[in-house]
């Protein structure tokens, strides 16, 4: 069994597309609200986005704030906050009202702008805010509670949003959303598995089993005993791992004929179980 020999770089010709829609598009853009995924505040942030939203006011959205660790996640908050960044935390499955500051934000940057459009002798306008991310870190549904309506597809997978669109928020938002968005070469391996394990990139472009190994060593190093509490198991040999897959088949179900281990079900479980929080709370990035 091997890890980490699959060097994940996935940058699918829509990104190209996206990218250059939006530095075109840029010069019609007040603010942005540039998501990412509370369980992996560091993997899911757009590591080149300045380059192309250039210095336009940004609101930092925290989606999925009920599932990670929020003892780990909110030392990024701080730390993203010591840029300079207005971040916000979301919980935006349970608690709707949680964007609630991202409006309140968003409505001084609307006064600021059109306090300078009267001086100037311009009419006031709405504001246009670009929504912008990684796949599947939570845009769809940041747009869907921000509209209070179903405005936009949603799917647990990346790639659901395929064009920039404009939605209406109310007379004075407008959204630009934007399809999720990575950068051409991955560097950090470990930022990619993490992706690939919560959905942001493809799971199909590598082997389950890589996945899946991935993240028994995050847990294994950072929530052993999550691993414990959920499949009864401890003290993971790595260079022997089928006793480890093993107590988990019994454990979740996951035995075929005659009592053997169906491993790549194993590993199915083992993935899904970690991107749906069955695993427990967890923050797979350190500062």
């Known amino acids: 069994m091997n890890e980490n020999k699959t060097n994940i770089n996935w940058y699918p010709g829509h990104m190209v597309k996206t990218k250059k829609e939006i530095e075109k598009n840029i010069s019609l853009i007040d603010i ?11 993997s899911s942030k757009i590591v080149d986005i300045d380059n192309f939203i250039k210095n336009k006011p940004k609101i930092l959205v925290m989606t999925k704030y009920d599932l990670c660790d929020k003892k780990e996640t909110d030392k990024f908050v701080s730390y993203y906050e010591s840029l300079g960044y207005q971040v916000v935390v979301c919980d935006l499955l349970n608690d709707p ?5 991202i409006i309140e934000i968003s409505n001084q940057v609307l006064k600021d702008m059109n306090e300078k459009r009267r001086l100037r002798g311009m009419k006031p306008r709405s504001i246009r805010a670009l929504v912008v991310g990684v796949p599947n870190v939570g845009k769809s549904t940041l747009i869907n509670r921000l509209v209070n309506k179903k405005a936009v597809a949603i799917g647990n997978r990346p790639g659901v949003t395929k064009n920039l669109g404009w939605i209406r928020i109310n007379k004075d938002i407008e959204l630009l959303d934007s399809p999720g968005i990575l950068w051409p070469k991955l560097e950090n ?22 996945l899946a190994i991935h993240i028994l060593k995050k847990m294994n190093t950072l929530y ?30 996951a035995l075929g004929k005659g009592g053997e281990t169906d491993y790549e079900k194993v590993y199915h479980i083992i993935i899904n179980d970690f991107k749906n929080g069955l695993i427990g709370n967890v923050t797979v990035d350190r500062m």
Do not use: C
């Open 97 to 101: 009202k949680s964007v609630s500051k």
């Open 189 to 210: 391996q470990d930022h990619a598995y993490n992706l690939a394990s919560l959905s942001s990139i493809k799971e199909e472009i590598l082997d389950e089993e890589q």
């Open 32 to 42: 942005v609200y540039e998501v990412i995924d509370s369980r992996m505040p560091l």
């Open 224 to 253: 052993s005993e999550n691993l414990k509490n959920r499949y009864g198991i401890e003290d993971i040999d790595f260079d022997n791992l089928l006793p480890t897959l093993d107590i988990i088949a019994k454990k979740r179900g």
